[in-house]
């Protein structure tokens, strides 16, 4: 039995596997970085134990540390979560050469599927379906991918549509998945396009049972990561399931497998490939849970333990989707800074890394949760994940949350016709418009009878603001808020995303309240309800509605002035003349180093650069006169 | 707690709110003169030029969505001079300061000083002064209107004169200078404790380039004379030079907020909201003056909680005196009830003021007095004694004085009621007050009864005919110069207010008046026996 589990991980899956072992009683220990010294993880964990330094390689990815953390510790079990050392055979093995349990498959199994070259070959024998490795220096067929033997997550990997390409892409690809894995091998397969991925999640003890337990569809990716994954698959037969249950089996027994595993496969029509199989705990893995009312975790330390699963795997019920909710802007560039709030409402699961206040650093993977709803229907469930979503009041980093609506609310991922390149730039996210929403949320922008400008989020803002410049008033706080006895002007509130006036309103609005964090409005005989909140060191004012979170940067009502001289200007600090000019235009300056001096009132004043740099002008000359506030020189600052 | 008798439903409290709503309408379009400056094709002008209008600096230099009370809008009013009297005076909150702001109107006349500007320009530094209220001034004007140079010249100089009085008092002085300030309007800055002037704009000196050229003979320009730059470099006249209009409105809040000001006076408690709605007191005033309302119906409306503790309510019955708070602050409240003030309630008066000196409460009077009155038994029962009672009370007082004038202020009333000449930190009329010394139709009948006595002891016909004429002619003149608008034109109040806003009107002179310390209590004249 175990007593105490270290989890050799950091965020959501460090906290979702200690969230059994508290169930189970099982004593838990965390590891963390520098960076995630204050992360909740850490604190949730009974024992902590630092690992010092932030890159991952120094961290969690050291299994030295690791190993060194369980004994600190005290620890008799070893999670490796997903990522990081989970796939690491070695890593495996050094784990249970120090006595350790191992919660997942034996080395050997890891080690059958980390090379995909061999992989794909064991799996062919042993009768699962996979994609023809073809001969680089006669692939036949375009397009085609090159993938990495050792690849994960897109990386080294590259499609070829020409065939003149394909040699320097191959070369592209071994020199990436050489820097990233360590192991340049790269393998050339036909391209299947605009095909599902459909994964099967399989479960094996250590006494021959093996489920597969339903399976997984997550075609909705970017950039080769998935973004919505669902249980079941809306878009396979009954019969195809069965033939992909057959394979994951047949790929499970095939390596040994024991614990939870993940078969993927690619889908077109009835064309089925085999892509990787994932020996551990999946990220997706809520939606076959809730589907399948089981705890993966339980599974997994119970095999780890030796117990011995039931013989048939439960049955399937309702439909469950999991949305990624990630740091990061439209351009999928991540995103970091103070998440100021993390509430998702509603009757949807949220494992979640993070926290209101935690920071989110450049150092690991951008997703900060998952949210997960689970339904009697797959509509039911789109239904509830969307509007939790939209409802989350998610402040102070940029997250995709409103393409994750966009997503779930798209026509074509409603009518479950996903693939792969759903979210390409011309898939239908970007081209086609959301299913419009029956009742107004508030945000439209240009409603009959001159709704203003940003509409009424920024409306909401605009009072929430003037509502705290009142309360926050040293004196005459009680008298009405921009109170004149002779009008002159409306009131307006400036944003970076728009000017709106807020005095007077339109007829056809009416404030019912307005305090500094809750403004209510009527609209045509609607009310809507904002939130509005605003934190220190963050100039951004965020507004939740129904139908979503406005964002609005107040901007200064007296703009700083623009700057009249050129940037690096050395200024005359007093008239006088110049005595000596030490530098030349093109010269390098280092910070503090004398430029030139002046003479004035009998004394020698010191012109030094303020920054280093290059001059790159010199605009006087030795005995020139020059007044105060002229220009001497300019210093064009060394870009660090 | 008042109890309303009030019915708005009426037919009567329909027909009075019809009325005022009425002279509202009058009073936002005389307001709408005065934002309109000088016309359109100036405005547009100005603007063009990049330049800000003087509300539009004031609206960026007081605190976002704070109050601003602006005074004497109606100044000018029938005069030959725009409404406004090309300028714009307030009291607005900086930094959390509430000051006296001043910006001069350069699309009028490009913001000359009339006779109006002057008197209107005096009244803010008065009331700056005596609230120890910091001064900030908007400066850009063409200096003297030349023509009317006469009736500002000699007395302008106060102007001045008040700049440094007030510098001297403790309460600090601002310019910021947008545009012309030249001849004697440079001593404006010159004056100033502190001196903010636009780069490019800002043209501060004494004589321009073709006046010096008459003087001495020397070559010069505008920029050399009396550039922002050459001020801030050279002359020192400038303590700040501003890249442009917003940054001198930023270093403007910046100095207040450098002043690290702190008020004097009483702490208010926390405020409550009258019980009954503000929107009633439109239909209590009736529109002839001669038919009297009851004032507990305003204090009401004005008073926090409607709470209203009368003193003496059995005494005196005309008029209504008691305490209550407005925005917090306790006040003193004088109301008029029947219009006429006997010798009983001219020694309440006095009696009360005396109480508001011994407890330090500033007092509020609710203006409604159609006099003293008049006639054998009353002269007999000595009414010049009492009521020189309550005019000795009123004018030795030494707590801050409030006037509202709601309907007459006819006669002595006006004096014994804290009128324009008994110096009250602030007088406000409603758009149905009338002021004179006594009403239209009873000047014209004295006039008529004096002619006919005349007529007679000369042994001549009456001509009743020119009489009517007269008659006539005379109420209609009185009338128009008794008017509320005239009155304010001439700066015999600080303003004509919308009757809803009396309670926010007063809530900010309350606080402004404790921006001074509490004065000290004085002795009082002697009074007759």
New interface residues.
Partial sequence: MIDRLLVANRGEIARRVFRTCRSLGISTVAVYSDPDASAPHVSEADLAVRLPGAHPSETYLDAGLILAACRAAGADAVHPGYGFLSENADFAQAVLDAGLVWVGPPPAAIAAMGSKVAAKRLMAEAGVPVLPSLDPAAPGEFPLLVKASAGGGGRGMRVVREPGELAREIESAEREAAAAFGDGTVFVEPLLEAARHVEVQVLADRHGTVWALGERECSVQRRHQKVVEECPSPGISAALREHLFEAAARAARAIGHTGAGTVEFLVKGDRVAFLEMNTRLQVEHPVTELVHGVDLVRLQLEIAEGAALPASPPEPAGHAVEARLYAEDDGYLPQTGVLRRFEVPGDVRVDAGVESGSVVSPHYDAMLAKVVAHGSSRGEAVRRLATALRRAKLHGVTTNRDLLVRILTNPVFLAGDTHTGFLDPDGPVHGVPTRPRPAPDGATSDGPGGEPAGGLPALAAALA??AA??RD????A????????????P?RARFAEAEIVYDPLPEHITVLSAEPDTVVLERDGVRHTFEVARYDGDPKVYVDHAGGCAVLTPLP??????E?VAPGSLLAPMPGSVLRVEVAAGDRVAKGQPVLVLEAMKMEHRVAAPVAGVVSGVHVEKGRQV???AVLAIIQEEST | MIRSRLDPASEEHQRRRASMLAKLAELDAEHARAVGGGGAKYVERHRARGKLLARDRVELLIDADSPFLELSPLAAWGSDFPVGASMVSGIGVIEGVECVITANDPTVRGGASNPWTLKKSLRAADIALRNRLPYVNLVESGGADLPTQKEIFIPGGQIFRDLTRLSAAGIPTVALVFGNSTAGGAYVPGMSDYVVMVRERAKVFLGGPPLVKMATGEESDDESLGGAEMHARVSGLADYLAEDEHDALRIGRSIVRSLDWRKRGAVPLPAREPIYPADELLGIVPEDLKVPFDPREVIARVADGSEFEEFKPAYGVSLVTGWARIHGYPVGVLANAQGVLFSEESQKATQFIQLANQSRTPLVFLQNTTGYMVGKDYEQGGIIKHGAMMINAVSNSTVPHLTIVMGASYGAGNYGMCGRAYDPRFLFSWPSAKSAVMGPAQLAGVLSIVGRASARAKGLVYDEEADAAMRAMVEAQIEAESLAFFLSGRLYDDGVIDPRDTRTVLGMCLSAVNSAPVPEPAGFGVFRP
Wanted: aromatic share 4%.
């Fill in positions: 603001l003037a410049n009142r008033a040293r004196v005459l009680g008298l009405p808020s921009g109170w004149r006895n002779v009008r002159s002007q009131r009502r007296l703009p700083e002035p623009v009249h007044e105060a506030g």
